[in-house]
Structures are given as C-alpha cells and as structure tokens.
C-alpha cells in the first residue's frame, strides 16, 4: 500500500503516472482511489518574509529564515483554491511543533512551547503594524 502525499504544483495525474511506471517496472498491482483536490502554493508574500525575518532573529540569531512545507496535513488547500493565500508558522523555529511526553507523572512546561508561543506572538504583533 503507498499512502503519499501529493506536492503542491503537482497534480495527481502526475503523481499516478509516475506510480504507474514504478509498478510497472516491479510486477506489482495497482489501483487508484481518488482523494481531494490539491492546490497551487501560495505565492510567496513579501510582507510576511520581511515580518518572519525580522523576528526569528530574536530567538534564533544567524538562522536564515527558509520556506518550507509543512508535513503534516492543513485545510489551506480549501482556502488556496478559493484565491485565498495561506501561510503558516510553527514557531518553533524547526519546522514543526514539539510535543513533550512526560516520562513520568507531570511535568512543567517545555520552554520550546513557551518560545513558540512568543515567537507567534511577536509576528502577529510585527504583522499587524504594532
């Protein structure tokens, strides 16, 4: 079974073509379900970067901000295929959200959270003017 993940700007005829020829050449069995509609990345807005690269200084001096694509699931597509562009921040500065899982009993806050909360915060404040 493959379960993927079809890239923005690709479409799922090209994702099938290219399985296709994968089986072909394996021997393999295939048939295809088909799923949403994707959507094309949002255009990369310069109002964002400049507010994202502002920021991510403070709590990461000399890591260049660099766009990338989220690895879990969103419903920006939704939204993108409307003709609204939508972005998103994990604020944790590595690409996505940490979780903490306590060994044992409770434990106190993970200071990633708590930075990832202020790193939000500061680009919605730098964001909306204030």
């Known amino acids: 079974m493959v379960n993927g993940r079809i890239v923005p ?12 020829a994968t089986f072909r050449r394996s021997q393999a069995h295939h048939h ?4 949403d509609t994707g959507s094309d990345p949002s255009a990369m807005n310069k ?8 920021v991510c200084p403070k709590f990461w001096p000399g890591v260049p901000a660099v766009p990338t694509m989220t690895a879990g699931a969103t419903d920006g597509r939704f939204l993108r295929n409307i003709g609204i562009p939508t972005y998103g921040h994990s604020g944790d500065g590595v690409g996505h959200l940490r979780r903490s899982r306590p ?8 200071p990633g959270d708590v930075r ?9 404040k730098a964001l909306s003017g204030g």
């Not at 109002?47 to 502002?54: Q, S």
């Not at 990832?116 to 919605?124: D, K």
């Open 9 to 20: 700007g690709e479409t799922p005829e090209q994702v099938q073509k290219e399985l296709e």
């Open 32 to 35: 295809h379900r088909a799923r």
């Open 47 to 54: 109002d964002l970067l400049a507010a994202i690269e502002k």
């Open 103 to 110: 060994r044992q009993g409770r434990t106190g806050v993970d």
């Open 116 to 124: 990832g909360r202020a790193v939000l915060y500061e680009l919605v």
